[in-house]
T-cell receptor, first 114, second 114 residues
Framework: AQSVTQLGSHVSVSEGALVLLRCNYS??????LFWYVQYPNQGLQLLLK??????LVKGINGFEAEFKKSETSFHLTKPSAHMSDAAEYFC????????????FGTGTRLQVFP | EAGVAQSPRYKIIEKRQSVAFWCNPI?????LYWYQQILGQGPKLLIQ????????DSQLPKDRFSAERLKGVDSTLKIQPAKLEDSAVYLC????????????FGSGTRLTVV
């Protein structure tokens, strides 16, 4: 069964530093991969999605993610962190082309220090 | 466009009581989902509707949880009787049909069972 693993439940960076949030998927290539962000007391907001059109995916708020089949990874990056990026980030996979069901990772909480 | 509406935002009940949550998806979105997000975990799918039919309810604890989407628009999720372990945020989401679009989530209902 498809699954995703997010390494690091908490990540702390300084404002202006590189943000790197890690996500690895299970060995079979999933059709779709997603990153969602959740701000306190809010629902999840779609940051970006991989649908096999391009391995480097650009999302909102300056985030991007690169699909690497050889590493079974879909890490999320942002060149320069902003205080407003502090939130919980979830990687998710759609296990097949025949379903819209999403399987989420356990999340990574990003803290940004001034 | 209007987002996914959920109510109530917060609910506190005693164990063994019943509770109901309401969700109104984005207009035109045929697919509706209920997810359970326990503190410190990623969201877990409870049930998926396509119009007013159930597509996937394999992880819904049917002895105590029920959900309906009678007219293919809004939906209710009920818990009866509630247990302490049901304390979580219940997220409703909707999407266009076809996979790969990603969801639009509501703000969720935070349930505390005491």
């Amino acid at each position: 069964a498809q699954s995703v693993t997010q390494l690091g439940s908490h990540v702390s960076v300084s404002e202006g530093a590189l943000v790197l949030l890690r996500c690895n998927y299970s060995s079979s290539v999933p059709p779709y991969l997603f990153w969602y962000v959740q701000y306190p007391n809010q629902g999840l907001q779609l940051l970006l999605k991989y649908t096999s059109a391009a391995t480097l995916v650009k999302g909102i708020n300056g985030f991007e993610a690169e699909f690497k089949k050889s590493e079974t990874s879909f890490h999320l990056t942002k060149p320069s962190a902003h205080m407003s990026d502090a939130a919980e980030y979830f990687c998710a996979v759609s296990p097949s082309y025949n379903t819209d069901k999403l399987i989420f990772g356990t999340g990574t909480r990003l803290q940004v220090f001034p | 466009e209007a987002g996914v509406a959920q109510s109530p935002r917060y609910k506190i009940i005693e164990k063994r009581q019943s509770v109901a949550f309401w969700c109104n998806p984005i207009s035109g979105h045929a697919t509706l989902y209920w997810y359970q997000q326990i503190l410190g975990q990623g969201p877990k799918l409870l049930i998926q509707f396509q119009n007013n039919g159930v597509v996937d309810d394999s992880q819904l604890p049917k002895d105590r949880f029920s959900a309906e989407r009678l007219k293919g628009v809004d939906s209710t999720l009920k818990i009866q009787p509630a247990k302490l372990e049901d304390s979580a945020v219940y997220l409703c989401a909707s999407s266009l049909t076809g996979g790969g679009y990603g969801y639009t989530f509501g703000s969720g209902t935070r349930l505390t069972v005491v």
